[in-house]
């Protein structure tokens, strides 16, 4: 995975990858079909991980939630997960796009997301008619925001629209 992310996939053969593994290419071609499923595997695994991290790192129940949602970004912005980052956003753009290999990442990769907010939401007294969209904006918002970023590599201006959005969050929930 940190090769892949690093190197990105556009020139990586599954002859070069191998070798830069220590193993075979039949081998990768054995367990992942084909480079295009090893790189989804790739991303599948990312995502799994670091939804473990976030569920990690944020802040106990008590915290608020500007400084929960803060730790969120603060995470997922980090210059060192960036590689990896891109890695999504490339196999995702694959995936909406119809090819083949790839269209079994857009399988959960909304609601594997939602649902922790949401039960999150939900242990705080958040209805669910309000957690779930609210849930579902979040997702939209921090992944915009980190293709925004990895675009721009505006930091100022992701940090700000972030803070923005936390207060507007903040504020709806407020009133909920």
């Known amino acids: ?40 595997a790739i991303v599948q695994e990312v995502e799994r991980s670091q939804r473990e991290a976030i569920a990690e790192l944020v802040p106990d129940a008590s915290a608020s939630l500007a400084d929960r949602l803060r730790a969120v970004w603060s995470h997922l912005s980090d210059p060192s997960l960036w590689p990896n980052e891109r890695l999504f ?29 949401v039960a999150d939401a939900e242990a705080q007294g958040v209805p669910g008619t309000v957690a779930r969209p609210s849930a579902r904006l979040g997702v939209a918002v921090m992944r915009g925001l980190l293709l925004d970023l990895l675009a721009t590599e505006d930091r100022e201006a992701t940090d700000a629209a972030v803070e923005h959005w936390i207060e507007l969050n903040v504020g709806f929930y407020e009133g909920a």
């Open 1 to 40: 995975m940190d090769y892949v992310a690093a190197n990105g996939l556009t020139d990586v053969s599954m002859r070069g990858l191998a070798e830069e593994l220590g193993t075979s290419h039949r081998m990768l071609s054995h367990h992942f079909g084909s480079k295009q499923g090893l790189w989804v």
């Open 89 to 117: 956003f490339e196999i995702y753009g694959q995936a909406l796009q119809g090819q083949p290999h790839a269209v079994g990442l857009l399988d959960g990769i909304v609601d594997a997301w939602v649902e922790p907010v």
